[in-house]
């Protein structure tokens, strides 16, 4: 559980004054940095983690790897890195220190450790240093004591996401004395009234115990506020996993963890996030995940009747409908801002490269300026490219596409714990990323694209058509699909033996199976992630 922030390498001396060898702060840190306690014990601010020195350590069993804890360096010494660290405090000559410590194979619980000062002139230089332990823990670009309203779906992950939140989550939340607010949602929708009526003053992060259908809800219901822009701009939203799809904390928390994705959301960085809006119909409202039509969308929401088969169920359904070359035809228009794969991956790593410079000088990703917020529009953009009723805008490329396998657009780049779809997607570059595949195309090239999704390479095939996109219009034809027998086993196989319809899915939800536009609303959004600038995925240097 290492702060992906931390630019320090692994050879590192924990020992070793951060400012340098030699700085004028050296005498001075030197000096603040350790604490002695009891129990012949030395506290000491290493140059990423907490270093405890404690002749009963080795009585005990040493802590592993797991969670980011670094090695032991003798048995009477280890390190707690600083992004592990939840809450110190100094109660009379007493000193706590709270922490995530490894549980399980993915997991954390709260681990604790207390010693006291006995030297009473010591107090005030204890005093300085839990101060100074608190400041490495929490680095400026990070709120401490965040203001969180929990929403709970005691519906989602089968019924369990409640228990998710109560045993993995929430004592993390305690441990690093976040001020917590936690309510149930009853039915759908429901986290869309409850946002729409939050207090923007009142809260910083409104955090889905939940899939991914709870956060797009928040972001709706801010969206709907009389001072929608502020709201967007002033709440925060993030996802513990709680959820059968849990997209967003893949991206922000880099896990599929309540109990590390908590300690995430405690570490996390305030980060501007573009939405996508939607009309449809007479409707409008913001996307933040996905849109998918075809074989994604049809694997996803087709495949209900399979769910005994767990997440498998995805992968049968996808692949069964590759070997049977389905295809859903549409008529595509796009606003493409790029089609050059290569300028694509080179503009990511540019922004890569920014991003961790950022990060080393814990510079956030926008400033919280009061002044600015006031002054801001309080309603949400306006429509550059207008509605899906309006007649196409000269700025939109149309083309039919009767044998159209996959349109699939995304804002993020995890899709699933193991689909990183869009390789190149970032925050807030104010773009989508684009695939589109033909239906047509041979079996043994689908099932290489398959299994080129996990490694993050599926935009490397010729047959791919990736782009980042400005906005787009899609209107979906009902596909007739053949009576034979075969065509009938596979839908069955599909598990689409009742479908009468064709199937469009947004942010994972079903919605009607009619023409919609979207667009990009750049930096609309505001959520707590680990690198601000990147969601959480690494691409390969070369590809």
């Not at 707690?80 to 100094?90: A, H, S, V």
């Not at 309203?149 to 409640?162: D, E, F, R, S, T």
């Not at 709201?231 to 928390?253: D, E, F, I, Y």
């Not at 305030?270 to 075809?294: C, N």
Request: include cysteine.
């Amino acid at each position: 559980m290492e702060n992906s922030n931390n630019t320090a390498t692994r050879d590192t001396n924990p020992f070793d004054d951060p400012a340098g060898p030699g700085s004028e702060a050296s005498p001075a840190l030197d000096a603040a940095a350790v604490l002695t306690v009891d129990r012949n014990a030395t506290l000491t601010l290493g140059t990423d983690a907490l270093i405890v020195l404690d002749e009963g350590l080795k009585h005990k069993r040493g802590p592993g790897n797991c969670c980011g804890f670094l090695p032991q360096f003798t048995k009477t010494t280890r390190a707690i890195p600083f992004y592990n660290i939840l809450w110190t405090e100094l109660n009379d000559f007493d000193v706590t220190v709270r922490y995530a410590q490894p549980s399980g194979k993915q997991g954390c619980k709260v681990g604790y450790i207390n010693y006291t000062v006995t030297d009473k002139s010591m107090h005030a230089h204890a005093k300085r240093w839990v101060d100074a332990l608190l400041d490495r823990a929490y680095p400026s670009n990070v709120k401490r004591r965040k203001r969180i309203k929990v929403l709970v779906n005691p519906y989602g992950g089968q019924g369990q996401a409640l228990k998710f939140w109560t045993r993995e989550a929430e004592p993390i939340l305690a441990a690093a004395r976040c001020e917590v607010d936690v309510e149930k949602t009853g039915y759908r929708g429901h986290a869309t009234e409850i946002a729409e009526k939050l207090d923007p003053e009142g809260v910083d992060v409104v955090a889905c115990a939940s899939g991914d259908g709870l956060p797009h809800e928040v972001f709706n219901g801010l969206a709907k506020q009389k001072n929608a822009r502020r709201a967007l701009r002033k709440v925060a939203v993030t996802q513990l996993p709680c959820g059968s799809g849990n997209g967003m904390s893949l991206n922000l928390n880099g896990t599929n963890s309540p109990s590390l994705a908590a300690v995430a959301i405690v570490k996390g960085i305030r980060s501007p996030m573009d939405l996508v809006a939607i009309t449809q119909g007479e409707k409008k409202y913001y996307s933040f995940l996905s849109q998918a039509v075809g074989i994604v969308a049809e694997s996803d929401l087709g495949t209900e009747s399979l769910r005994w088969m767990g997440s498998l169920r995805f992968t049968w359904g996808f692949l069964v409908r590759l070997l049977g070359q389905t295809v859903y035809p549409a008529e595509i228009s796009l606003v493409t801002h790029s089609s050059d794969k290569q300028g694509i991956r080179q503009s990511y790593r540019r922004a890569a490269e920014e991003q961790q410079s950022m990060a080393a000088e814990h510079i956030p990703p926008y400033p919280e300026d009061e002044a600015l917020l006031e002054s801001a529009e309080t309603d949400v953009p306006p429509l550059q490219y207008g509605t899906v009723n309006d007649k196409l805008p000269s700025d939109f490329e149309t083309q039919d596409n009767p044998t159209l396998g996959n349109f699939y657009v995304g804002k993020m780049c995890w899709m699933s714990p193991d689909a990183p779809f869009f390789p190149t997607s970032l925050p807030a570059d104010g773009l989508m990323d684009m695939v589109s595949i033909d239906g047509t195309i041979p079996r043994t090239t689908s099932i290489s694209m398959l299994t080129s999704v996990e490694q993050g390479k599926l935009m490397d095939f010729g047959a791919v058509d990736y782009r980042k996109l400005r906005a787009y219009r899609i209107s979906p034809r009902q596909h007739r699909s053949s009576n034979g027998l075969r065509a009938k086993l596979l839908k069955v196989l599909g598990g689409a033996g009742q479908q009468t319809e064709g199937l469009i899915s947004i942010d994972g939800e079903k919605v009607p199976f009619e023409p919609f536009q979207a667009e990009v609303v750049p930096g609309l959004a505001t959520v707590i992630s680990k690198r601000g600038a990147l969601y959480e995925y690494d691409m390969p240097r070369e590809q």
